[in-house]
């Protein structure tokens, strides 16, 4: 009884994780209609400079010190994105969407070897804050309080981003350009500066996913690559552009995932991949998808 | 003899009657324009009779045979050709390949995986005959998109009459060039189509060019068929002249 | 997918062999001047050029981007791993025929559902399904040999149905000599054979698909039909180019159905320019030269790449032919300006 429990509560909280993730790539495909191929490198990015900043550059340092260096990572990805995006992005924007999946494939390999060269081959992690956070008993077993941390940052953030979108004025310009944005520049939006800004909080989304996800589980090279994968599916799955389908995608996969690693080990992989191959043939927008 | 004509034709996009109960008939062998203001539903019918929309109601019948349900692909075979209000062409084809393409697609050679297009006489012979009937014998080796705009509204009606079709539409072969090349065009289209005695139906809203070249007038307003006959008449009709123009003919 | 003017090739088949008799005899002596290391690489760019080939017949000529035809090298590689680990079978010609049988009939099937979209639906419709096989490959480790792969080792191999065999000979180098020249052979029938389809009715159909869909649907071309045709034939080429690496590469693993292989396949088209019949040739072998001395030259070899393509998608979108053909456009056109003013 306790395994599912526990289960469930691994469930969630990946799926947290792959919510931010996805949530951002979807950002970024809806409103600057990209798929950015880069985005599972960035979570990693994220991920590597926040156990930089807890592990190796505040080591030993007190525990509150080491939670406020947490969104580390979500920052450093999110100026990175300030930059990528005005330089190598909007030159393309006139051009067919193909190119813009080279380039943002090319970032992908120059990100991996970005972050080979910053932080070498060799895990980087962040457990101080996992150790100091402790467990809670779940009925025999233990649970890491720090998972229901990130539990609640997951939901926290679902909150936010869903007010941010559509209870903002900047959600309202998001929204206009994401939906036609010629008729947006025409109302006097700064298409320009509403691309750069979905851009940077798509990024900011990925590092934030890695930021929280490394006390949990040590940055390797390579993780990012796994996870653009996944995030593919969810977003997939709940449909590109949509915040409810991220939402939705995500625990969907996660819980897939998990019962899948727990049950048949050797398809959930596959399995993942033919469900969104399914909702691709029966509902190629995903489940809340728009047609772009 | 009629070839075409449609029986209660409805088409509804939400409230509006864009096609409302049209009777529209075509006769083989002439030249009929197909006039009207913006959003009388020209565009809609050409739409519905190339399989372009299908009706909520009505039916279409070519040649008494009712075609209102099948495909694109069999109005295509039973002899209907359309050409696009904004021009529609293969823009990184040459010329040639675009007209050429045509002809291979009605002899049904595009299945061809293992023989050379560029190695076909007959086809190249017929796209060569039809690229001069359309005085477009010297851009052949032009890409379609680097054409200037007048060539381009002729190429596009030259692709379409190249599959020979009983029955072709042209949706405003004439907008957007300038009045001298308008005429031109509008020539070189007459004399190809009476030559060849192809029935055509030019959707234009020129009435000088619409009186000069046409056999027969059908006016469309708000849907239905306002008026429908020889220029001479359609030229003293009252209601085309207020809808049209904006005002009373004098008398 | 829309670019500015770029002429299409027009040279009949007797120019097309002037043209290319210098280049079949260049390859032909390659091998004596280049020595081992090199015609082994050489072989690998011909065999990743018959890749970049057939994944151009959807891109350049139909204007579909896939993200998925490593899923297709791997068929063709996988295919003939099993026949040398279950059937035991030792003939190229047979890993080519069971090969490119397997590889047709799995682009056929992922073609089918795959061509109801297009643009970014297709694209993430083809990795999804390239991803299900990596999958397949990755996890069924007692099949497929996991990430240990499975050896195909060239000493039991025959080529040209049993008349050349590596048992007696010298070892290795004879092997990559003699697979040098079959390659070659494969080679030259594949660029014979793509140059055919692609200048036939068929191909100026695709072609007219990739301009204009609607267009082409009101000419009475079956858009989804033809669209499904090309992916098969870009699939069972690109399957082919699968089977004819594992040989020499003498191991397979799942690597080559993960998806950045099949970024390094639209990485090597673009290179090379996708909009000309030879650019996705030139790519493919001077990809793979580039990734053989960046992977020599630096841990950051992927970094160097990526920096290459960023360089290649903003300044030259025609790939290096592309550019290549401009730069002897300007030429040409200078050279008659300067006559002109001349006389």
Redesign the interface.
């Given at each position: 009884m306790e395994i599912f429990i526990i289960q469930f509560l691994n469930s969630v909280f990946y799926a947290s994780i792959l919510f931010l993730i996805a949530a951002g790539l979807s950002l970024i495909y809806g409103v600057m209609q990209i798929?950015n191929?880069a985005h599972g490198s960035l979570y990693a990015l994220g991920a590597y400079v926040t156990a930089w900043a807890v592990g190796t550059l505040a080591a030993g340092g007190h525990v509150v010190l080491l939670f406020l260096l947490l969104p580390a990572g979500a920052v450093a990805v999110a100026a990175v994105g300030m930059v990528i995006e005005p330089t190598?992005l909007r030159?393309?924007y006139k051009?067919?969407?193909?190119?813009q999946?080279?380039?943002t494939?090319?970032?992908?390999?120059?990100l991996?070897?970005?972050m080979?060269?910053l932080f070498g081959g060799v895990p980087l992690s962040a457990d101080a804050i996992m150790d100091a956070t402790g467990s809670i008993p779940v009925m025999t077993l233990k649970y890491p309080v720090y998972n229901l941390m990130v539990i609640g940052i997951g939901i926290l953030a679902a909150l936010f981003l869903w007010a941010f979108i559509y209870r903002t004025r900047f959600g309202i310009m998001l929204r206009a350009t994401s939906q036609d944005r010629r008729m947006a520049s025409a109302l006097g939006i700064n298409v320009k500066r509403v691309y750069m800004q979905a851009f940077t909080i798509g990024c900011f989304m990925a590092g934030l996913g890695g930021a929280i996800v490394v006390p949990s589980q040590a940055a390797v090279l390579g993780m990012g690559?796994d996870a653009l994968?996944l995030a593919?599916?969810v977003v997939?799955i709940g449909g590109?552009g949509s915040l409810e389908g991220a939402l939705i995608g995500a625990l969907l996969v996660s819980f897939v995932r998990t019962a899948g690693i727990q049950f048949f080990?050797?398809?959930e992989?596959?399995v993942l991949?033919?469900i969104?191959?399914v909702v691709?043939?029966i509902r190629?927008t995903g489940m809340f998808g728009k047609v772009? | 003899m009629t070839l075409l004509r449609t029986v209660n034709l409805k088409k509804y996009f939400g409230e509006t009657h864009a096609v409302d109960d049209v009777n529209f008939t075509v006769t083989k062998g002439e030249l009929l324009s197909l006039v009207g203001s913006n959003g009388a539903g020209k565009t809609t019918l050409v739409n519905l009779i190339s399989a372009y929309l299908h009706p909520d109601e009505g039916q279409i019948l070519l040649d008494e045979e009712d075609i209102t349900h099948s495909s694109v692909n069999d109005r295509i075979q039973a002899g209907i050709a359309r050409s696009f209000q904004l021009v529609n062409l293969f823009d990184d084809l040459t010329a040639f390949d675009n007209v050429a393409l045509a002809i291979f697609a009605r002899e049904g050679k595009t299945g061809n995986l293992m023989s050379i297009a560029d190695h076909d006489e007959e086809v190249r012979r017929e796209a060569d005959e039809v690229m001069g009937q359309f005085g477009l014998e010297n851009k052949g080796g032009l890409t379609a998109g680097g054409l200037a705009q007048g060539e381009r509204k002729l190429l596009d009606v030259a692709v379409a009459y190249a599959l020979r079709p009983k029955l072709l539409f042209l949706d405003e072969p004439t907008s957007g060039v300038s009045t001298r090349d308008k005429l031109q065009i509008m020539d070189t289209i007459s004399s190809v189509v009476r030559a060849e005695n192809v029935t055509a139906v030019i959707i234009e809203h020129d009435m000088d060019v619409v009186f000069k070249y046409s056999d027969r007038i059908v006016a469309m307003h708000e849907g239905k068929i306002l008026a429908d006959g020889p220029p001479d008449e359609i030229r003293n009709n009252q209601d085309v002249a207020t809808t049209l123009l904006g005002a009373a003919l004098p008398s | 997918?829309?670019f500015g003017f770029i002429p299409t090739d027009k040279l009949s088949p007797w120019r097309l062999a002037a043209h290319g008799a210098p280049i079949v005899v260049v390859l032909l002596l390659f091998p004596q001047f280049g020595g081992l290391y090199q015609t082994q690489l050489l072989t690998y760019g011909l065999i990743f050029a018959i890749a970049a080939l057939g994944f151009n017949l959807l891109l350049g000529y139909t204007g579909l981007?896939s993200?998925g035809h490593s899923a297709y090298f791997a068929l063709g590689a996988y295919t003939a791993a099993f026949m040398v680990k279950y059937l035991g079978v030792g003939s190229m010609e047979l890993y080519i025929l069971g090969g490119l049988l397997i590889t047709a009939v799995i682009s056929a099937a992922f073609g089918y559902?795959c061509v109801?979209?297009t643009?970014?639906?297709f694209?993430?419709?083809t990795?999804?399904?390239s991803?299900?096989l990596w999958?397949?490959a990755?996890?069924?480790f007692w099949v497929t040999g996991g990430t240990d792969g499975i050896r195909v080792p060239f000493s039991k191999m025959t080529l040209l149905g049993g008349v050349v065999d590596f048992t007696s000979r010298g070892g290795y180098q004879s092997f990559v000599f003699s697979y040098y020249y079959y390659v070659v052979g494969l080679f030259l029938v594949c660029v014979s054979l793509m140059w055919v389809i692609v200048h036939s009715p068929f191909g100026k159909a695709l072609q007219a698909i990739r301009d204009n869909e609607t267009r082409a649907q009101f000419l009475g071309i079956r858009v989804r039909h033809y669209r499904w045709i090309a992916f098969l034939v870009s699939g069972t080429f690109t399957g082919l180019a699968g089977i004819l690496w594992v040989p020499l590469n003498g191991l397979v693993t799942p690597d080559i159905a993960w998806?950045?292989f099949s970024?390094e396949i639209?990485?090597m088209t673009?290179l090379g320019g996708f909009r000309n019949f030879t650019g996705p040739i030139i790519g493919a072998v001077v990809f793979n030269y580039l990734k053989t001395y960046a992977i020599a030259s630096t841990?950051?070899?992927?970094?160097a790449?990526?920096?290459i393509?960023?360089v290649?998608?903003?300044a030259l979108?025609a790939g290096i032919v592309g550019a290549c053909s401009r730069l002897t456009a300007k030429l040409r056109q200078k050279k008659e300006d300067e006559e002109d003013m001349a006389t």
């Open positions: 798929i191929l190598l030159p393309l051009r067919p969407e193909e190119y999946l080279l380039v494939f090319a970032l992908l390999l120059i991996e070897d970005v080979r060269f690559i994968i593919f599916v997939v590109l080990p050797e398809i992989l596959a991949y033919l969104a191959a691709l043939l190629p772009s | - | 997918m829309k981007l993200f559902v109801r979209h643009r970014i639906f694209a993430v419709l990795l999804a399904l991803q299900v999958t397949l990755y996890k069924f998806w950045p970024g639209i990485f673009v841990v950051f070899w992927q970094a790449l990526g920096i393509l960023l290649l998608v903003l979108p």
